[in-house]
C-alpha cells in the first residue's frame, strides 16, 4: 500500500523503467553501429573524431581471422586437391582457344609464307600436335600448381589484400555472420534496461537521493551492453535451468554461424577473384611464372625435335617464338578464362571445407570466428553506454523531478 501511494503522489515514476528500457536499447544499438561505422575516420585527426572499431583495427583483426584458417580451417593442397578426368574435359574449351591463337601466330607472324604454300596434311598435322602438346603442357601446369599450391596461394596476403582494398569488408562479414546475435544485442538492451529500471524505480521511490538516476543510468548503460555481449558468447555448453537451457547464442547457432561464415569467406575474401589478383603479383607470380616457365620450355624442345615442324619453322624461329610468348605471359593480365583463372576456380571445396572443420572446433575456437571484432576495444563500447545512461538519468532527474545535482 505504502508504494502505491508513493507512486500516486507522483506517477512520473513509472517512466523510470521505461526510460531506462530506452536507454538500454539506444545504447546498444548505437555500440553496435559504433563498431561498424563508420568505415573512414570523421572528424579531425588524430584524435578528434570517430572510425568505427572494426574499420580501424581491420588489419589486425584480420591476423585473427588468418590465424584461425591458416592453422584450423583450411588445407591449401587439399582446397587445389581434384579429379584428373573431371579437370581434363574442364579444359576442353581453353585448348581449343589456345591451339587456334597459335595456329593463327603461325599463319600470320611466325611462318606465314610457308603456311600458306604448305599442304593441308602438313597444316592439319601441326594444328593436331599444337593442341595435344596444349593440352598436355596445361595438365602439367595445373599439376604443377596444385603440388606447389600452399607456395603459390598466400591465404595471408589475399585476405589482407581484400581488406586493404575495401575497408568495410570485415564488418560486412561479420554483419552477415552474426545478425541475428546483433539483433539480440540491440533488442535484449530495452528488456535488461527495462528490469534494471524497475530496480531503480523501487531505490528512487524510497531514497530519492540526487545522485540516485544518474547512477543507475550509468548502471544501465554500462550492464546492458556488457550482459548483451556475454550473452551472445557464455555459456559454451548448455546449462539446463528447469523451463529453459542457457547457452551462448553463437554456440546455440554453430551450424548456421560455420554454413554462413564459409559462403561468406568464399563469395566475398577468399574469391576466385580475389586469389587471382594475389597469385599474379609478386612472390607468388614468381613462383607460378617458375612453373610455366619450365613446362613450356620442355613443349618448345619437342616442337624443335620434330621434322613436320622444322619444315615450317627452323629451331632458332622456334625459341624465338617461346620467348615472345613468356614475354606475353609475364605482362599481359591473365584471360578471363585463362590458365591461371582455371587453377583459381579449383577451389570448388572451399566452402564445405570451412564449413565442416569450423564445426569440429572446440568452443574455445569456435569464438575466433567472432569474438576478436568484439573483444577491440569494447570499453569503449561499454563507456559510452555508462555516459549515454549518465545523462539519461541526469535529465530525468532535471526534466521529470525538478530536481538537482546536489
Not at 27 to 50: C, E, K
Request: glycine share 8%; aromatic share 10%; net charge negative.
Amino acid at each position: 500500500m505504502e508504494l502505491l501511494t508513493r507512486i500516486e503522489s507522483n506517477w512520473l515514476v513509472l517512466l523510470i523503467p521505461l526510460i531506462a528500457g530506452l536507454v538500454g536499447w539506444g545504447t546498444n544499438v548505437l555500440a553496435l553501429r559504433m563498431s561498424f561505422y563508420p568505415v573512414d575516420f570523421v572528424g579531425i585527426p588524430p584524435y578528434l573524431g570517430w572510425r568505427g572499431v572494426i574499420p580501424s583495427n581491420a588489419e589486425k583483426l584480420s591476423q585473427s581471422m588468418i590465424q584461425l584458417l591458416t592453422e584450423k580451417l583450411l588445407d591449401v593442397k587439399e582446397l587445389f586437391a581434384g579429379s584428373e578426368q573431371d579437370l581434363d574435359k574442364d579444359l576442353d574449351p581453353m585448348v581449343k582457344r589456345i591451339t587456334k591463337q597459335v595456329v593463327q601466330e603461325i599463319a600470320t607472324e611466325i611462318a606465314p609464307e610457308k603456311w600458306a604454300r604448305s599442304h593441308q596434311a602438313l597444316r592439319d598435322y601441326i594444328v593436331e600436335m599444337i593442341e595435344k602438346s596444349t593440352r598436355k603442357v596445361v595438365l602439367s601446369i595445373l599439376t604443377d600448381f596444385k603440388e606447389n599450391a600452399d607456395q603459390i596461394i598466400d591465404l595471408e596476403s589475399v585476405v589482407i589484400d581484400a581488406i586493404r582494398k575495401d575497408a568495410g569488408l570485415l564488418g560486412h562479414v561479420f554483419t552477415e555472420v552474426a545478425g541475428p546475435e546483433l539483433k539480440f544485442i540491440e533488442r535484449s538492451g530495452f528488456w535488461f534496461g527495462l528490469l534494471f529500471g524497475l530496480v531503480q524505480m523501487a531505490v528512487w521511490i524510497y531514497f530519492p537521493a540526487w545522485w540516485v538516476l544518474p547512477a543507475g543510468g550509468f548502471a544501465v548503460g554500462y550492464i546492458t551492453n556488457f550482459l548483451a555481449l556475454r550473452l551472445v558468447f557464455e555459456p559454451h555448453d548448455p546449462i539446463n535451468l528447469g523451463f529453459f537451457k542457457l547457452q551462448g547464442l553463437l554456440h546455440k547457432r554453430k551450424k548456421e554461424v560455420a554454413e554462413c561464415f564459409a559462403a561468406v569467406m568464399a563469395d566475398d575474401v577468399l574469391s576466385p577473384d580475389n586469389m587471382l589478383a594475389t597469385v599474379t603479383e609478386g612472390s607468388s607470380k614468381d613462383r607460378m611464372f617458375g612453373l610455366v616457365e619450365k613446362r613450356i620450355g620442355i613443349v618448345f624442345e619437342e616442337y624443335k625435335s620434330d621434322p613436320m615442324t622444322a619444315m615450317l619453322m627452323p629451331p632458332e624461329r622456334i625459341t624465338q617464338a617461346k620467348e615472345e610468348l613468356l614475354e606475353q605471359m609475364r605482362t599481359n593480365k591473365p584471360e578471363p578464362d585463362g590458365l591461371i583463372r582455371s587453377f583459381v576456380d579449383k577451389a570448388v571445396t572451399l566452402r564445405g571445407q570451412l564449413s565442416s572443420k569450423l564445426q569440429a572446433l572446440d568452443a574455445q575456437s569456435f569464438e575466433g570466428v567472432l569474438r576478436p571484432a568484439f573483444q577491440e576495444d569494447e570499453w569503449k563500447l561499454f563507456v559510452t553506454g555508462a555516459v549515454l545512461g549518465t545523462i539519461a538519468g541526469v535529465l530525468q532527474l532535471v526534466y521529470l523531478f525538478g530536481g538537482s545535482l546536489g
